[in-house]
Every structure is written in C-alpha cells, then in structure tokens.
C-alpha cells in the first residue's frame, strides 16, 4: 500500500507566501507523476500543478507565475510554494501520484490518471 502524507498547509494573508509538501511512504514504485490538486468549498477537485518522471512541469493557469512545484533527489518528496497568495486559493489541497507510465509527452493533468491520493492539507488566505 502507498500513503500520501500532505503537511504545512494553514492560515496566510493575501499576498502571503506558504509551502506545502507531500511525503510518500509504503511499496515501492515508479511515480510518473506527482501532482497537486485541490478543492474549494462547494466546487469541484481542480488541477494545480505536477512535476513529471521526464522533468516537465505543468501549471494551471490560475497559479502560474505564482505556485512552483518541485521534487527530491529522492523523489518521495513533492513541494508547492505558493506566493502571492489570493482567498479565490483557499482550498483543501492534495497531492497525489501516478504510478503508470502515460508517454513522455503527456501532461498528467487529469485527476483520472493519480492512482493514489493524500488526505488533503487546508489552505485558508484571508483577505
């Protein structure tokens, strides 16, 4: 089994900077992908960011220029800084991984394709 472990998600001001991360643990296997989703109250889950096995990088582009994305040497590990922080990026944020190999042009975009998930980390922006 794999578990997904999010943590340093909490309250920031507009304008704040935050970084979460997202450790994995258990079997192991080769993620393709690892990846950020999140959920506001009352809206659907929404893509914010991954990080691929061939080192591309894709952004939603609600957050690009603001929310950057990275991995470990190890790559158990996945980042967000979050900068420049709007209450429209209050959400519920998770992380999850792909664990099929989609082609090296594919974005891993799609929630569809994360085969494991984390419990999720709260990120409120006050404004």
């Known amino acids: 089994q794999v578990q997904l472990v999010e943590s340093g998600g909490g309250l920031v001001q507009a304008g704040g900077s935050l970084r979460v991360s997202c450790t994995g643990s258990g079997r192991p296997f080769t993620t393709y992908a690892m990846g950020w989703f999140r959920q506001a109250p009352g809206k659907e889950r929404e893509f914010v960011a991954t990080?691929?096995?061939?080192?591309?990088?894709y952004y939603a582009d609600s957050v690009k220029g603001r929310f950057t994305i990275s991995r470990d040497n190890a790559g158990n590990t996945v980042y967000l800084q979050m900068n420049s922080l709007k209450p429209e990026d209050t959400a519920v944020y998770y992380c999850?991984?792909?664990?099929?190999?989609?082609?090296?042009?594919?974005?891993?975009?799609?929630?569809?394709?994360?085969?494991?998930w984390g419990q999720g980390t709260q990120v409120t922006v006050s404004s």
């Open positions: 990080t691929t096995w061939s080192s591309s990088t």
């Open positions: 999850a991984v792909v664990s099929k190999n989609y082609g090296f042009t594919y974005s891993y975009t799609e929630a569809a394709v994360y085969d494991y």
